[in-house]
């Protein structure tokens, strides 16, 4: 949409917000600690469910998915003209949402659509 001017949609920014997940079998562990961090589960508990994501390489789907509809929205804004940037924080893993939130204060944002995906 060349020539035309940034659409105002109200908001300086949004932000994606996710439970987060491992990225790799090293993730795993830390992870899981991360999620259950003052609620007592025990360290044999912990060893059983790690087992579950590393039958499938230690990786959940949740940020590859995350960031794939990340990409598919920038495009989808920008081809409407409307200049916002997007960003992505997790609850529970990287990227961590009180980093993003860090990223988006240091930015200016003031006023941010907040889309939680799960």
């Known amino acids: 949409m060349s020539g035309e001017k940034d659409r105002d949609v109200g908001f300086d920014a949004l932000l994606f917000l996710s439970f987060g997940g491992p990225e790799g079998p090293e993730d795993v562990r830390p992870f899981l600690e991360n999620v259950t961090r003052g609620r007592g589960v025990p360290p044999e508990r912990l060893e059983e469910v790690a087992q579950h994501y590393l039958h499938f390489g230690g990786v959940s789907p949740l940020n590859r998915l995350n960031r794939d509809i990340i990409g598919r929205v920038e495009k989808e804004l920008a081809g409407r003209g409307i200049t916002l940037p997007v960003y992505f924080g ?11 939130v860090a990223a988006m204060a240091a930015d200016g944002v003031r006023r941010a659509l907040v889309f939680t995906t799960s």
């Not at 990287?94 to 993003?100: K, T, W």
């Open 90 to 100: 997790n609850r529970n893993w990287h990227p961590m949402v009180e980093d993003a």
